[in-house]
């Protein structure tokens, strides 16, 4: 057969399958994950938003997405120019306890207990596997929720709602 | 050096990607041998009903310059329609940000880069943020708007792995003993998406939004953050993308930081689950192969030879010491990092969860090995034809060494075979050496600032390797977007994609109905043979590129040992 032949018996089929799987692939497929996700993860896919306390519904940022800590009270985040995404979220174990004694002073709440609060919000590791990591967003709320009043008092700004 | 845990890590990792591989691949072979499966009751009215709307006849074998022309047409009118979509996704529904439409010469590199499985993305799918990691206000420029990351970019993905696995399946077709013809198209396609890559992506993807991928269509959400500051949660459709993008070995990712970003790669899970999926169908189409030509025996060397090659690369990249360094996130640390670089240039899929710029020069190194080598194991489908491809040089090279009549599978190798042959592997050099310098020679490289030197140097051949290989990955990222680069990588991109097809297609096409010896001749399923074949890969692919790897990430590499790091 003849090159112009096949392309010419070729072309009807070759159009009408782009489009059957553009719809397939690019519309279809994409809204029944969502259709799926939004029932099966509803928390994740819409973000994971993280929320001041579990009774009240005002979102503080994603647990995913880095916010800027300017507080000293507070864990601050990777310098974003110095991770790859400029939104890293997390900090190395060592990062975290690193930071422990200027929190301490400024708070006057016990190294010991901060260490601890870290130690409830490793992740990353699995038996021998691993390295360990903490989310700096859990860590200050965490922080935040296990001494409240000395939060309120020395920094209002973040209770207000 | 890598530590132990690591090394466990990484051995565990390969080995679940060999042994998913193979359970695999049975079922991709009753996929283009239409063998009777359990699905039939549910798919055979579906795929029917497709065949009857596009009006072809199922039972139509081509010939292959027939099945070429047809992938190519049909991926022509693929890359047409995202292309309308890229350019007037400004007035169209689902765009919550109001991103305005890409100017033509981006439009044009972008859908190239995505339909030829390449993926090289010279703009940021969020849009660019003003300030990190706050991200607002959002700067108005070109960004994705969710039709466009939906029926574009993830579509183009779909069915450039969809066509990449086809045209594999096609040329072993051509190899195996009393073929008729090379399959149909529209066949295999429809088959290979209905059968194989939607369902894998969908239950991808539903586990990738249950590790904390967004998946959604709701537009960016404005938070106050715990200290009062505003901040843009940039969601979308991430994980129905991030399924595809990975187990098409296609790499483009939502976000500007691709698998860096945190919602598209959460944590050490995901990443590890990405990483799988990455090496899953490569290497299972190395199963695939013995299998369909009835010789399971002849999977060996290119299964064997793709893993020793990829063994190479991981050597040579794990030699400094990793740790978290500037351009790596937390999560995933100096190891992910590196064996990340090294997975994703081996099966060029190009997708990166850390900056290139935080790479060490001999994991740059290990990840041109991959892109110039391209089937340690390769990307989908074409891997598989680039190893038959060194099968059949090396055949001809121990040919000539023991003065015998190369043959293959029973077959003799003709002064024509070698010759296809020898053409498809020079595509590479030319269309990578070639505009590498006409960058300098043109100004267009100190155009957008990249430093001169051997680091600038390593950026600009990196850049067209990745587009040559279809791999993916750059330093480039949006400042590429230059109507130099973006035609230049298009052209690149079309050629090392089509070029190569075509050629192989051909070989594959005399192949068929060739004259088969019973007799033994060369035994191409030994391991004497595998040590040959991956010899012969590094003797031709090193010879060919060292003079620019010396310019680049070598020198780099001697310019920081006497500069210290």
């Known amino acids: ?161 | 050096m890598i530590q132990p845990a690591d090394f466990l890590t990484l051995v565990l990792i390969l080995l679940s990607a060999i042994v998913a591989g193979r359970l695999l691949a049975p079922y991709i072979v009753k996929i283009f041998t239409h063998a009777p499966s359990r699905l039939d009751r549910f798919l055979d009215p579906v795929e029917k009903a497709i065949y009857r709307l596009l009006g072809v006849a199922p039972s139509h074998g081509m010939g292959w310059r027939e099945y070429f022309l047809s992938a190519l047409i049909v991926n022509i009118f693929q890359m047409i329609l995202a292309f309308i979509i890229f350019v007037f996704q400004g007035g169209l529904p689902l765009n919550p940000q109001g991103f305005p439409g890409f100017s033509l010469d981006l439009a044009f590199m972008q859908v190239i880069s995505f339909g030829t499985n390449t993926n090289l993305q010279h703009y940021n799918g969020e849009g660019v943020c003003n300030q990190l990691p706050n991200c607002y206000p959002l700067n108005n420029t070109p960004g994705l708007s969710y039709l466009s990351q939906m029926t574009a970019v993830q579509f183009l993905q779909f069915t450039s792995a969809t066509t990449g696995i086809c045209v594999a399946a096609a040329m072993i077709r051509g190899f195996v003993a009393n073929s008729r013809d090379m399959g149909n198209f529209y066949t295999d396609f429809v088959r290979s998406l209905t059968r194989l890559f939607l369902p894998l992506c969908l239950i991808a993807a539903l586990i990738f939004v249950g590790l904390g991928v967004p998946q959604t269509l709701n537009g960016y959400r404005i938070v106050s953050t715990l200290e009062g500051s505003t901040q843009t949660i940039l969601v979308g459709p991430v994980a129905s993308l991030v399924s595809i993008m990975q187990l098409g070995t296609n790499g483009g990712g939502y976000y500007g930081a691709n698998s860096a970003y945190p919602f598209q790669n959460p944590n050490p899970a995901s990443d590890i689950f990405q990483i799988f999926l990455m090496l899953l169908i490569p290497t299972a189409l190395c199963f695939v192969y013995g299998q369909m030509l009835g010789k399971k025996k002849e999977a060996r060397p290119i299964l064997w030879g793709a893993y020793s090659l990829f063994a190479i690369d991981l050597l040579i990249a794990f030699i400094p010491n990793y740790t978290l360094s500037r351009g790596m996130e937390a999560r995933f640390g100096g190891f992910f990092s590196t064996f990340w670089t090294v997975v994703t240039t081996a099966v060029t899929t190009g997708s990166v969860n850390s900056s290139l710029f935080g790479n060490h020069p001999l994991v740059i190194l290990s990840a041109f090995m991959g892109m110039l080598i391209q089937s340690s194991p390769g990307g989908k489908g074409v891997g598989v034809m680039y190893m038959v491809m060194y099968v059949v040089i090396t055949v001809f090279i121990v040919g000539l060494m023991s003065g015998r009549t190369p043959e293959y599978l029973g077959m003799k190798i003709n002064a024509r075979d070698v010759k296809l042959v020898m053409l498809t592997f020079l595509v590479h050099p030319v269309i990578i050496l070639v505009p590498t310098v006409l960058a300098y020679a043109t100004g267009a490289a100190s155009a957008i600032g990249v430093s001169t030197g051997s680091t600038g140097f390593t950026q600009i051949f990196y850049e067209f390797t990745s587009a040559a290989a279809n791999n993916g990955s750059d330093f480039l990222g949006a400042t590429g977007n230059t109507p130099f680069f973006n035609i230049s990588t298009a052209l690149v991109m079309l050629s090392g994609r089509f070029i190569p097809i075509g050629l192989l297609l051909a070989l594959a096409g005399s192949m068929m109905n060739r004259r088969r010896t019973s007799e033994i001749g060369l035994r191409t399923d030994s391991a004497t043979f595998t040590i040959v074949l991956v010899g012969s890969i590094l003797l031709l692919v090193v010879l060919t590129f060292f003079p620019f790897l010396a310019l680049g990430p070598i020198l780099e590499f001697f310019q920081k040992r006497v500069n210290g790091f």
């Open chain 1, 1 to 161: 057969m003849s090159l112009t032949k096949e392309i010419g018996r070729n072309s009807t089929p070759a159009i009408r399958l782009a489009v059957v799987s553009m719809l397939l692939c690019g519309l279809l497929f994409p809204l029944a994950v969502t259709g799926f996700a939004q029932v099966l993860f509803p928390s994740q896919a819409n973000g994971s938003i993280a929320h001041f306390t579990t009774s009240n519904s005002k979102a503080v940022g994603s647990y995913l997405i880095a916010q800027n800590f300017s507080d000293p009270l507070l864990f601050e985040p990777r310098n974003s120019s110095l991770s790859a995404s400029g939104v890293d979220p997390d900090i190395t174990l060592q990062d975290a306890i690193a930071q422990v004694p200027r929190i301490s002073n400024l708070t006057g709440i016990p190294q010991g207990d901060i260490n601890d609060i870290i130690n409830q919000n490793v992740e990353g590791t699995f038996w021998i596997f691993g390295s360990p990591y903490v989310n700096v967003l859990r860590l200050n709320l965490a922080l935040i929720h296990n001494f409240q009043t000395i939060y309120e008092q020395k920094d209002p700004g973040l209770f207000v709602l």
